[in-house]
């Protein structure tokens, strides 16, 4: 090989190299049905261990569901979530007053404990935390990261519904329990901002989240891998700014009614 050649070859190595690290980022080994089918599962799942995970019934929380759902269509409906019609959206409500804590599963099936809707203080919160696990289905992150964790083969049998009890229920705790990369978390921040920039909502409403953990005398689990929460805080509200989203009102009042109604 000659010298302009061999220099070529070595330019031609240093672009391949630079495009596939940048690309393994977002490499996501599953499709959307593949994420939907996984979803549904983990739903199915959730929905027949009662005594680990006690959905809120929806006879007699009529309120508390239209309230958070439309929560969730408002954020869908902003013309900025790329997955809004290829998903199977749908948001469930987790009975446990003490655990400070929302997730959402592959295909868009978003769970929400009781816990975390009494320790918020405004729907325009609330609307930042359901955008950032909007964000996570929307973009996948679930899929992308535990692929790394149980292998394409294991998440692919559950999927389908051929995988061991024991390899479900592995995969359950892995989506409830899923530390996020701190790449995905700020991604997700990010996208939670963009979304409700385009709703009613303080495009900053997680910020509000943020603010209150960092107040307390300890951090979630659930966040213990996480970026610095006073740092999230930050972030949000500078990209809010950035992006000149009109803040609107908290609705504080109807946030407070809907709390009383848990029992």
Same mark, same amino acid.
């Given at each position: ?31 959307? #049905?593949?994420?939907? +089918? ?6 199915? @799942?959730?929905? %027949?261990?009662? !005594?680990?995970?006690? $959905? =809120? ?75 950032? #696990?909007?964000?996570? +289905? ?6 992308? @990261?535990?692929? %790394?964790?149980? !292998?394409?083969?294991? $998440? =692919? ?90 803040? %609107? ?15």
């Amino acid at each position: 090989m000659n010298i302009k050649n061999f220099s070529f070859f070595i330019i031609l190595i240093a672009v391949l190299t630079s495009w596939h690290c940048s690309s393994l980022k977002k490499l996501n080994l599953f499709s959307i #049905e593949d994420d939907k +089918a996984l979803g549904l599962q983990v739903s199915n @799942q959730i929905a %027949s261990e009662p !005594g680990t995970y006690p $959905l =809120l019934p929806e006879r007699g929380n009529e309120e508390v569901y239209r309230f958070i759902r439309t929560i969730t269509n408002n954020i869908l409906n902003s013309g900025t979530v790329s997955h809004k019609d290829d998903f199977n959206w749908q948001v469930k409500i987790i009975d446990d007053p003490e655990t400070l804590n929302a997730f959402a599963t592959p295909g868009g099936y978003i769970y929400v404990y009781t816990g975390l809707i009494k320790f918020l203080d405004s729907e325009d919160e609330l609307a930042g935390v359901m955008g950032h #696990e909007i964000a996570h +289905a929307d973009l996948r992150h679930s899929t992308r @990261q535990m692929t %790394s964790s149980y !292998g394409v083969s294991t $998440l =692919l049998s559950v999927a389908t519904g051929n995988a061991s009890q024991g390899a479900v229920q592995q995969v359950l705790a892995g989506i409830t329990s899923l530390k996020f990369s701190r790449n995905h978390e700020t991604e997700a921040d990010t996208y939670s901002v963009n979304y409700l920039c385009n709703t009613k909502y303080d495009a900053a409403g997680a910020a509000g989240f943020f603010r209150k953990i960092s107040g307390g005398s300890s951090t979630p689990e659930f966040l213990s891998t996480h970026p610095n929460p006073d740092n999230r805080v930050e972030n949000i509200e500078k990209k809010a700014a950035a992006k000149t989203c009109s803040p %609107s009102s908290t609705n504080v009042t109807e946030y407070n009614r809907i709390k009383q109604l848990l029992k």
